[in-house]
C-alpha cells in the first residue's frame, strides 16, 4: 500500500486547525461571558436554571473535550508528516 503524504499541506492543514480552535475557544469565552451575564446565578426560574446548569455542563467538559480532540488532530497530521519524512529519507 503506497501513501502518499503532501507535507506543506498537512503541515497547513495542522496550523489551520490550530488557528481554527484559537478562534473557536475565545468565540466560546465570548458566548459564555454573554451566557453568564444574561442568565445570572440565583436567578430563580426553571428555564434560567436549566439553561445555565445545561450550559456550564457542555462549556466545562464537552468543549475543552472537543478541541482537545481537534488539537491532537494537528498533533498527528505534524507527526505523520514528520515518520513520513523520516521513512522516506531511510529510504532514500
Sequence with gaps: MNITINPGAATDDA??????????QESMETLNTAIKQTIPAGIQTT??????????????AD???????MKLSATN???????????DQEQG
Excluded: G
Design 15 to 24: 496550523a489551520q486547525i490550530d488557528s481554527l480552535v484559537q478562534t473557536m
Design 77 to 87: 497530521l505534524r507527526l505523520a508528516v514528520e515518520k513520513a519524512l523520516q521513512y
Design 63 to 69: 468543549v475543552p473535550a472537543a478541541m482537545e480532540d
Design 47 to 60: 428555564w434560567s436554571e436549566t439553561v445555565r446548569e445545561n450550559w456550564e455542563a457542555y462549556y466545562s
